[in-house]
C-alpha cells in the first residue's frame, strides 16, 4: 500500500512538473510575442516619424525653392500663346490719373507691390538697380496696393523716399489695378511686350537674375 501511494505521488509530481514546464513555456513565448510587436510597432513609428519628417524636410526644401523656381518658370512662358494686357487706371503722387495703355509702344515691367510686404521690400533694391541701368528701352510701373486703410499714399511714398528709390511709383487708389490682373498676392511682376502683349508674369520675390530674363523676353534684340 505504501509503495502504491509513493508511486502516485511521484505521478503527481511529473504531471505537476510537465505542466508546469508547458505553461511556462506558454507564458514566456507570449511575453515575447508581446515584446517583439512592441518594438516592431516603435520600429515602425520610429520609421514612419522618420520618414514623415524627412518628407517634411523636403517638403519645406520645396517650398522655400519653389517661390525661384516657379517664377523662372514663368519668366520662361512661351510667347505663342500671348493675350493683350488689359488696361487699368491708376494715379500719381499728385493724383494725375494714368492708364496702362499710354505706355504702349514700349516694353512695360508691371509690378504689384506694398511697403508692408516683406517680399517686396525684398526686390526693390534690384528692381531700382535694374531701372537705372534699363530704364531707357523699358517702362517700369510699380504699381502700389494702396487700399487707404493698410497702405496710403502718403505711407507708400515716405517709404520709397526714405529708400532713396528712383522708381517710378503710381497709386492704384480705386484698386483698378488689382482687380483687372487679379492680384491677391504680392509682389506680382508682368512682362509685356512694346505691342501691349502680356509676354510673361512672375508671383513672389524674384531676383535680378530673373528680372532681366523677364526683360530679354519683351525687349526686341
Known amino acids: 500500500m505504501k509503495k502504491n501511494t509513493t ?6 509530481l511529473l504531471v505537476v512538473l510537465v505542466g508546469g514546464g508547458t505553461l511556462y513555456r506558454k507564458f514566456a513565448a507570449g511575453q515575447s510575442g508581446s515584446q517583439l510587436q512592441a518594438e516592431s510597432k516603435k520600429a515602425e513609428s520610429s520609421t514612419e516619424s522618420s520618414a514623415e519628417s524627412r518628407a517634411a524636410e523636403g517638403q519645406d526644401s520645396i517650398t522655400a525653392k519653389a517661390g525661384t523656381e516657379q517664377t523662372t518658370a514663368a519668366a ?3 510667347s505663342e500663346a500671348l493675350s493683350e494686357a488689359p488696361d487699368f487706371t491708376v ?3 499728385d493724383g494725375t490719373a494714368h492708364k496702362l495703355s499710354e505706355y504702349k509702344g514700349k516694353p512695360v515691367v508691371l509690378n504689384f507691390w506694398a511697403s508692408w510686404c516683406g517680399p517686396c521690400r525684398m526686390e526693390m533694391p534690384e ?3 535694374v531701372y537705372k541701368a534699363r530704364g531707357e528701352e523699358v517702362h517700369f510701373l510699380m504699381v502700389n496696393m494702396t487700399d487707404g486703410n493698410r ?3 502718403k505711407t507708400a511714398s515716405e517709404f520709397v523716399s526714405k529708400q532713396g528709390y528712383s522708381l517710378p511709383i503710381l497709386y492704384d487708389t480705386a484698386q483698378d489695378a488689382a482687380q483687372t490682373y487679379g492680384v491677391f498676392s504680392i509682389p506680382c511682376t508682368y512682362f509685356i511686350d512694346a505691342d501691349g ?3 510673361a508674369q512672375a508671383r513672389g520675390a ?3 537674375e530673373t528680372l532681366e530674363r523677364g526683360i530679354d523676353m519683351i525687349v526686341k534684340q
Open 7 to 12: 508511486w502516485i505521488l511521484a505521478l503527481l
Open 76 to 78: 520662361e512662358e512661351s
Open 91 to 93: 494715379q500719381d503722387a
Open 127 to 129: 528692381f531700382d538697380e
Open 151 to 153: 497702405e496710403t499714399v
Open 197 to 199: 502683349m502680356l509676354t
Open 206 to 208: 524674384i531676383n535680378k
